[in-house]
């Protein structure tokens, strides 16, 4: 008759693993995780690594040889594992730790090692790695297999705080970020750049806050002077957008905002400033020319981040448009 045929090497791999099981869980405690034989590319099993008994996503890749034929000594002290180098690339590729190991059947023992390059000797058509004889999975042996796991991190409650701030920016209208007297002298950027990195790694808060930051200085309330008129903050107001990229797209530009006329009375020589008879407002004159440096720094920024993420032009326009209306109170759309 005609059949598939259940050969010696089938049963001793299927005997190997079953030992291999038994051993882990009994002396590690882990789950021994078969790999399906049409995924098997050279990685037999995985060994999931549990902690206090919680499994913790953490795996080492297993390469499995089972029997006598396998035992090969090299010396007194070590087996010599012998494999094809194609698995070879895969194991030193492999994202997670990969062992090699041997299983004695008749004495139900699995001998082991890391692989690693410093380990193996490469020949014509395979290459060769030792397998310490005194190198057995036992229960002694965990801590030092641990060391090829990175250790685990309870990402929850180091970020129940970062969740919390989520929150908060989610549950917020316009959003002021204050810069104190200490960042303006360092000529530090740093929060602000933090807090534009945050909003730009979540999409529902990189849409929210486009056009809807605005940026306060404060520590200079005793100063009568105008922010544009003190040279520490007019040097930081000039740089900012050489430090913070893509804060066009979230800086405030409607009759409400603040920051953007102060960047423009900054970068701009001022001919005369009036307050006139209504304290609420500011009359200044300058000479327009000195607008196209301005739009120049401003529309350069939004540019880049646009094409950085893949922004539509239709965006691109409607906030430069805004941009030129808060500078020039013209609407370029009419």
């Known amino acids: 008759m ?5 050969i010696d090497s089938n049963k001793k791999g299927r005997n190997g693993l079953n030992i291999l099981t038994k051993i882990v869980e009994s002396e590690l405690g882990w789950i021994v995780r078969p790999n399906h034989i049409e995924d098997d590319f050279g ?22 040889k089972s029997g006598n034929s396998y035992l090969k000594e090299l010396n007194a002290e070590n087996w010599n594992f012998k494999g094809e180098k194609k698995h070879l690339n895969y ?52 801590e030092e297999l ?37 960042d303006i002298k360092e000529m530090n950027y740093q929060p602000l750049i933090d ?23 404060h520590g200079f309330d005793n100063d009568s002077r105008e922010l544009y ?12 957008f050489n430090n913070v990229p893509g804060l066009t797209y979230f800086l405030a530009n409607d009759e409400y905002s603040q920051f953007l006329k102060v960047f423009v009375f900054s970068s701009v020589k001022l001919i005369n400033i009036d307050k006139g008879l209504k ?11 000195d607008l196209k440096s301005v739009f ?25 448009n805004n941009i030129a209306k808060c500078i020039t109170g013209k609407n370029f759309n009419e």
């Not at 990685?43 to 499995?64: E, M, N, P, R, W």
């Not at 030193?92 to 023992?109: F, Y």
């Not at 807090?195 to 200085?217: A, P, Q, V, W, Y």
């Open 229 to 240: 008129q003190i040279p520490e903050i007019k040097k930081w107001i000039t740089k900012i």
């Open 279 to 289: 304290r609420d407002k500011v009359w200044v004159e300058f000479d327009n020319k």
């Open 296 to 320: 120049d720094i401003l529309f350069t920024d939004l540019n880049d981040f646009s094409e950085a993420f893949k922004l539509s032009m239709e965006i691109n326009k409607e906030i430069s």
């Open 91 to 142: 194991y030193l590729n492999h994202d997670i730790p990969v062992l090699i190991i041997l299983v004695d059947i008749e004495q139900e023992r699995a001998y082991w090692e890391i692989c690693k390059v410093e380990y193996v000797d490469l020949h014509d058509k395979f290459w060769t790695m030792p397998i310490p004889k005194t190198q057995l999975i036992t229960s002694s042996q965990k």
């Open 146 to 182: 641990l060391k090829f796991v990175p250790e685990t991190v309870d990402y929850v409650s180091q970020l129940d705080e970062y969740w919390k701030g989520n929150k908060l920016l989610s549950e917020s209208g316009r959003l002021c970020i204050f810069a104190g007297k200490d």
């Open 2 to 6: 005609d059949f598939p045929k259940y």
């Open 195 to 217: 807090l534009i990195s945050r909003i730009c790694s979540n999409k529902h808060h990189f849409s929210k806050f486009r056009e809807n930051i605005e940026i306060g200085i």
């Open 43 to 64: 990685i037999d099993a995985f060994f999931d690594v549990i902690i206090d008994g919680y499994v913790t996503g953490k795996s080492i890749a297993i390469q499995l």
